[in-house]
């Protein structure tokens, strides 16, 4: 927590926020409110983390009309609550991202989905060119919470930011002026839910790499590559 409350990362995780821009949460400030409201409220602030007291407030429920006809449901969080995930985000995903998969493309720094893409033409070009195409369904909103925090625990020693990473999991989705709890999913609209997401998924592509597979996988979306429709 300590390396999260660092000067020179709270300014990095700031310039982030304010360049992502995005819509207010559940109380309304804008980003540009923010760093005004931090020079009056940040001493405190920091001591709630510290002590490991910090409660973040409930995200605000979006709906995305997606191609299919569905919709994706975004929970955007306050813009404090953005900021000090975003501050987590860098402390963590540089310790854990060298240690994932080289088959994981999404959400992660110097690798996109055109690599993803460049690397299934080189497996078509070897002779795997049937594709098993798999789409976890609505799986940031399914993800365990138990699991996933199972997971956070065999990285993390630190009982604060354990504390504060369920606590925004868990902070509630407020939808036509009522909070409602949430007992699973990581909220998409949040800088960690990315990460979050990817270290639950480190499992699978583990798994598939000790079958032996070729794959890609660009957050919920993989492809296996096979020689042969039989291998399908």
Same mark, same amino acid.
């Given at each position: 927590?300590?390396?999260?409350?660092? $000067?020179?990362?709270?300014?990095?995780?700031? #310039?982030?926020?304010?360049?992502?821009?995005?819509?207010?949460?559940?109380?309304?400030?804008?980003?540009?409110?923010?760093?005004?409201?931090?020079? #009056?409220?940040?001493?405190?602030?920091?001591?709630?983390?510290?002590?490991?007291?910090?409660?973040?407030?409930?995200? $605000?429920?979006?709906?995305?009309?997606?191609?299919?006809?569905?919709?994706?449901?975004?929970?955007?969080?306050?813009?404090?609550? $953005?900021?000090?995930?975003?501050?987590?985000?860098?402390?963590?995903?540089?310790?854990?991202?060298?240690?994932?998969?080289?088959?994981?493309?999404?959400? $992660?720094?110097?690798?996109?989905?055109?690599?993803?893409?460049?690397?299934?033409?080189?497996?078509?070009?070897?002779?795997?060119?049937?594709?098993?195409?798999?789409?976890?369904?609505?799986?940031?909103?399914?993800?365990?919470?138990?699991?996933?925090?199972?997971?956070?625990?065999?990285?993390?020693?630190?009982?604060?930011?354990?504390?504060?990473?369920?606590?925004?999991?868990?902070?509630?989705?407020?939808?036509?002026?009522?909070?409602?709890?949430?007992?699973?999913?990581?909220?998409?609209?949040?800088?960690?839910?990315?990460?979050?997401?990817?270290?639950?998924?480190?499992?699978?592509?583990?798994?598939?790499?000790?079958?032996?597979?070729?794959?890609?996988?660009?957050?919920?979306?993989?492809?296996?590559?096979?020689?042969?429709?039989?291998?399908?």
């Amino acid at each position: 927590m300590e390396e999260v409350c660092e $000067r020179e990362n709270l300014k990095r995780a700031l #310039q982030r926020v304010k360049a992502n821009k995005g819509s207010p949460g559940i109380d309304g400030m804008t980003v540009e409110e923010l760093p005004d409201y931090l020079a #009056q409220h940040w001493p405190a602030i920091c001591e709630q983390l510290l002590s490991g007291s910090y409660g973040p407030q409930p995200v $605000r429920r979006v709906e995305i009309p997606k191609s299919d006809g569905g919709v994706r449901k975004l929970g955007i969080p306050t813009v404090l609550d $953005r900021w000090i995930e975003q501050a987590v985000l860098q402390v963590l995903q540089g310790q854990w991202d060298a240690t994932f998969s080289r088959h994981s493309y999404g959400f $992660r720094p110097q690798r996109s989905a055109h690599q993803a893409v460049a690397q299934a033409q080189q497996y078509v070009r070897e002779g795997y060119g049937w594709v098993v195409d798999l789409d976890l369904e609505k799986f940031f909103d399914r993800v365990n919470h138990d699991r996933l925090m199972s997971a956070v625990a065999r990285r993390i020693g630190d009982k604060r930011m354990l504390k504060l990473i369920r606590g925004f999991l868990e902070a509630g989705v407020m939808e036509g002026g009522l909070v409602s709890p949430v007992d699973e999913g990581t909220p998409q609209g949040g800088p960690l839910s990315p990460l979050l997401s990817n270290l639950v998924l480190d499992e699978l592509d583990r798994e598939l790499e000790r079958r032996g597979h070729r794959f890609a996988r660009c957050a919920d979306d993989c492809n296996i590559y096979v020689r042969s429709e039989p291998h399908v």
